[in-house]
């Protein structure tokens, strides 16, 4: 076979192994209606929530400077490798950089150099979207014709998403408003009405209120959903982009959300130096009415 040849088959089988699954030939199981059925416990199994960027492995998300390098804050040193950060490869669709403004890069490098005052997932506030997604808890679509529930296991979060248009959200939250809608077989949903005070990961990655999440869910196998999520917010980046990832059905027998009600895990940390008698602490102050 000539080199010519052989260069258009390495073409050829590199690009299909690129191709998305949701490109490949796949039939749905469909509900009543017709539509795939995405119903059951689904977990992204990734390192998103540590750092949405490609990011190297480091010895703690809260770090201080030592003789040779990096090194764990007081507050965090004890943890040892147990509160190490694992490198992950990103999953900013094209790879690359949050597209920042200037003054919304300096608040994430503020941000990440107060992690342990600051995150809000260390107080247990609901994580918001798309964070929810890909934080290392599962969560469980219920899909009927005229609507779509999603129940995530961290902090008892939920998702009511309506499948008419509802209209401006009438106020900001933490989990938002969800409109949801068909676009072939992919379900489509768009959130609007988040709290600004939601981070993005643990590295600090944020947005404003006028920040929009367009959500796109596609069955590719039957245990198997590409995830994208096209964040569009003005006044913190300076375009639109786009983070994507594979999600995966629960397949155990058991599968099932266990309970993961986490503000009695933090009512110490929040508010342990009111105590009459206070407990032993780190020496730092946690955000107050954060």
Known sequence: ???????????????????????????????PDGKPDLSGVWQALNEANYDLELHMAKPAMHLREGPYGPLPTVQVLALGAVGAVPGGLGVIKGGGKIPYTSDALEKKNWNQENWVTEDPEIKC??????????????????????????????????????????????????????????DGDTLVIEVTGLHPDSWLD???????????????????????????????????????WTIEMPLYRRVEPNAQLMDFRCVEFVEEVLYGQYRRNPLDRPDYPMAEGR
Not at 142 to 170: I, K
């Open 1 to 31: 076979m000539s080199p010519k040849r052989i260069s258009v088959l390495i073409v050829a089988v590199l690009a299909l192994v690129a191709m998305p699954l949701s490109a490949q030939d796949f039939e749905p199981n469909r509900t």
């Open 202 to 240: 643990r590295a600090g990655n944020h947005h404003s209120d006028q920040m929009k999440v367009t959500e796109r869910y596609t069955l590719v196998t039957d245990n198997h959903i590409h995830y994208e999520a096209t964040i569009e917010d003005p006044a913190t980046f300076t375009e639109a």
């Open 125 to 182: 506030f609901l994580p918001g979207v798309p964070r929810a997604t890909y934080m290392p808890h599962p969560f469980q679509i219920f899909q009927t014709p005229d609507t779509v529930f999603v129940a995530y296991q961290y902090a008892g979060a939920v998702r009511h998403v309506y499948m008419e248009d509802p209209g401006l959200a009438p106020i900001d939250s933490w989990m938002g408003q969800s409109y949801g809608q068909w």
